[in-house]
């Protein structure tokens, strides 16, 4: 069984920068996508970035595109999250999650049609002066 685990949140001042970094335990080799979400006190769960295991193509919200990067770290089975620039409107619980379902055998696996499966327990990330 896939497991997710989160790490690098903390407390940052606005204009910031927090890596956060998903280590994946018992990871398919041929799983579809592995994203990024959030969900800020009070309001609804939002995907903000994910990454095909096709082609590694990537998905950005709009409250993200240009200051949050993803991409695979440097340890096997890890998906980092940079974030740059942070605001208060950033402070949130992030996960990562996985669509572990077997990615096509030919062609690219968009990763916003993924459907995710497994979630790792979220790690804090609070920005404030």
Not at 50 to 78: E, H, K, L, P
Not at 105 to 124: E, H, I, L, M, V
Request: with cysteine.
């Amino acid at each position: 069984q896939v497991q997710l685990v989160e790490s690098g949140g903390g407390l940052v001042q606005p204009g910031g920068s927090l890596r956060l970094s998903c280590a994946a335990s018992s990871l398919p080799s041929d799983y579809r996508a592995i994203a990024w979400f959030r969900q800020a006190a009070g309001k609804e769960r939002e995907a903000i970035s994910c990454i095909s295991n096709t082609d590694d193509g990537t998905y950005y919200a709009a409250s993200v595109v240009g200051r949050f990067t993803i991409s695979r770290g440097n340890a096997d089975n890890t998906i980092d999250l940079q974030m740059d620039s942070l605001k208060s409107e950033d402070t949130a619980v992030y996960h990562c999650a996985i669509d572990t379902r077997r990615r096509p055998s030919s062609g690219t696996f968009p990763c916003r049609d993924a459907r995710y499966d497994a979630w790792g327990q979220g790690t804090q990330v609070t920005v404030a002066s």
